[in-house]
């Protein structure tokens, strides 16, 4: 079955730092990949989907995240943050085959001046 | 833009009570999805609907059910709350188009169980 592991809980950087959240997933099979964003007291919002094609993938906001089948990771990176892009960030997993959309537990990023 | 619509931002109910949280999509969508977000959780599927009438167990199904008796809407049931099913619970539509493939999360319904 498939699942989902987000690393870190909670990564605290400075602004204008780089940042990497990172994304492993366990799957037999193919598998599609996505990162979402939770801004506090928000919906969820896509940031960026890897479903085929280049395995680097670039999202909004500056984000990217490249697929990496071997390591079965799909991390999540910006060249520098700013305090908006503190949030919630949730990596999910979708199996082909399979309709269900499997979520890490969250990494929350807090970005400090 | 797809539209997933939860009637209900929050609710308050007591220990018991029978509970539906309403959720509609605008956009003919096939899939819905019921998950329940707990901090440091993440977001765990209770349950989903492939087609009308149709559904199958998600992860944490115990103490929910759902019905769909209409493409577009899709219910969640807690047959009798209790305490440990307060959280938040979003709905969720999904497509799949030629070789696009999404998912639409409604905005959420937070709901306290006391």
């Not at chain 2, 765990?44 to 929910?64: A, C, N, T």
Request: charged share 20%.
């Amino acid at each position: 079955a498939q699942s989902v592991t987000q690393l870190d809980s909670q990564v605290p950087v400075f602004e204008e730092a780089p940042v990497e959240l990172r994304c492993n997933y366990s799957s037999s099979v193919s598998v599609y990949l996505f990162w979402y964003v939770q801004y506090p007291n928000q919906g969820l919002q896509l940031l960026l989907k890897y479903l085929s094609g280049s395995t680097l993938v670039k999202g909004i906001n500056g984000f990217e995240a490249e697929f990496n089948k071997s390591q079965t990771s799909f991390h999540l990176r910006k060249p520098s943050v700013h305090i908006s892009d503190t949030a919630e960030y949730f990596c999910a997993v979708k199996e082909g085959g399979s309709e269900k959309l499997v979520f890490g537990k969250g990494t929350k990023l807090t970005v400090n001046p | 833009d797809v539209k997933v619509t939860q009637s209900s931002r929050y609710l308050v109910k007591r220990t018991g009570e029978k509970v539906f949280l309403e959720c509609v999509q605008d956009m003919d969508h096939e899939n819905m999805f019921w998950y329940r977000q707990d901090p440091g959780l993440g977001l765990r599927l209770i349950y989903f609907s492939y087609d009308v009438k149709m559904k199958e167990k998600g992860d944490i199904p115990e103490g929910y059910s759902v019905s769909r008796e209409k493409k577009e809407r899709f219910s969640l049931i807690l047959e009798s709350a209790s305490t440990n099913q307060t959280s938040m619970y979003l709905c969720a539509s999904s497509f799949v188009y030629r070789d696009s493939l999404g998912y639409t999360f409604g905005s959420g319904t937070r709901l306290t169980v006391v």
